[in-house]
């Protein structure tokens, strides 16, 4: 199964990636996660993309782009895949197009006013990438990570205005996809109105949707 995750900025695409990747046993391919670690281990092309994703814009399609055809040519890759933001523009849509199929689309449908509180009090775990909520998935030690023990902390573009601008971003660049896929009959709608809505129960929304595209083939 070859699944697209698509969202705005904290509709919870990595959250439900993370945990499909283990009930589906394909590997969870986050865009996001790729530029924090160049970034993090300070390559060549971390020192390009890190003031671009500070400051919530995109990165330029040509990298992003260049990153994921080398992340999918991996064995894990082959026999499916989730991708979490990615692709983000539609010239990124029409890169992956040349390189791999697509059986599906989750479009997570989710109110501004979410997304905000969501965000600014999302933690994440320096060493296992593992996502944490203030308000709605708390850690069982405060600022510890429950999975590896590792540091949770506050992302660089989490912070309030910078949350703006991605919001901003997602209108103008990514949110025309959702047409894109459409019309080519991929996209199926997911939504989440309420802030305490438990994360399984979106991946049981989702297993479902795939389980039906499974027994149409
Ligand atoms: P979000 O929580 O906003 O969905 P991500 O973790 O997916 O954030 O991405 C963080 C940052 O990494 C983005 O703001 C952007 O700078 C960069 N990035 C990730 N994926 C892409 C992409 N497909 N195209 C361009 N930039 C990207
Ligand atoms: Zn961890």
Redesign the pocket.
């Known amino acids: 199964m070859r699944i697209v995750m698509l969202g705005p ?2 509709s919870g ?2 959250t439900y990636a993370s945990r499909l990747t283990s009930i589906l046993g394909i590997p969870h391919i ?7 670690e160049e970034i993090r281990a300070q390559t060549e092309i971390g020192r390009k ?1 890190k003031e ?2 500070d400051r ?6 040509k990298i ?1 782009i260049d990153l ?1 055809v080398e992340r999918l040519k991996k064995p894990d890759a082959q026999r499916g895949f989730i991708l ?6 539609i010239r ?1 849509a029409e890169a992956l197009e040349r390189i791999s199929e697509i059986d599906v689309v989750i479009n997570l449908n989710v109110p501004d006013e979410i997304i905000i509180q969501r ?1 600014s009090n999302r933690l994440v775990c320096r060493k296992c990438g593992a996502i944490y909520n203030r308000l709605t998935l708390k850690p069982k030690v405060d600022e510890v990570c429950d999975l590896c023990g590792g540091e949770l902390y506050q992302r660089e ?1 989490d912070k309030p205005e910078v949350i703006r601008e ?1 919001l901003n ?1 997602y209108r103008r660049s990514t949110e025309p996809l959702i047409d894109y896929y459409r019309r080519k009959g991929l996209i199926k709608d997911v939504h989440c109105n309420d802030l305490m809505t438990p994360p399984d129960v979106i991946v049981n929304k989702i297993i479902e949707i795939i389980g039906g595209l499974k027994k149409e083939k």
Do not use: A, C, N, W
């Open positions: 900025p904290g695409k990595g986050s865009t996001g996660d790729m530029v924090r993309i671009y994703s919530g814009e995109l990165v330029p399609d992003i994921l979490d933001g990615f692709p983000r523009t990124q965000l573009d991605r971003v």
